[in-house]
C-alpha cells in the first residue's frame, strides 16, 4: 500500500476516534446534563472507589463505541495497526488537557476550569466536577485519561474476534 493511503486512511480513523470519544460524551452531556448517573451512590467512598466504579461503567460505554469503530473492514490488519496509534493519540490529548487542568486547579486554584475536562472526557469530567477541590486533586483520576483509549480497543477486538468466526 502507497504511504500516502496509508496517511489517508490514519487521518479517517484518528477522525473516528476522535469523533466516537465526543459523541459519546455529547450524548452523556445530553442525557445527563452536568451531572452522573453514578455520583449519588459512590460519592461517599473512599476516591479509588470512586475511580474504579466510574471507570468500569466508562469502559463499558467506550467497549460498545470501539465495536463500532471496528466496523467490517477490507484492510482489517493496517487497520488496526493504526487504530493502536490513533487511540494512543487520545490518550495523549486526554492526557495533555487532564494535566494542564489538573496544574491550573492546583496552583491558581481555577475551580471552574473542570468545565473544560467536563465538556472534553463528559463520562469522567461530569463526576469529577462535582466532587470538592481536594477529591479533584487526587492523582487517582489520571485513569480517566486512558480508560477510553484502552476501552475502544477492547470494543475493536471483540469485533474482530467476531469477524474472524463468521469466516
Known sequence: MEKLEVKKIFRRIVLFVFLGHFVLSFIHLLVFYMGHPLFDMLNEFPIWVQVVGVSLWNFIAYVVVGIILGVNRDDQPLYYLLLDRALILLALFLILVYGAIYISTYWYTLRNIWLIYSLLNALFGT???????????????????????????????????????KS
Open 127 to 165: 463526576y469529577m466536577y462535582r466532587l470538592p477541590t481536594e477529591s479533584i486533586l487526587s492523582l487517582w483520576w489520571v485513569v480517566s485519561t486512558i480508560v477510553p483509549s484502552i476501552a475502544m480497543f477492547v470494543g475493536a477486538l471483540i469485533r474482530m474476534h467476531f469477524e474472524e468466526k
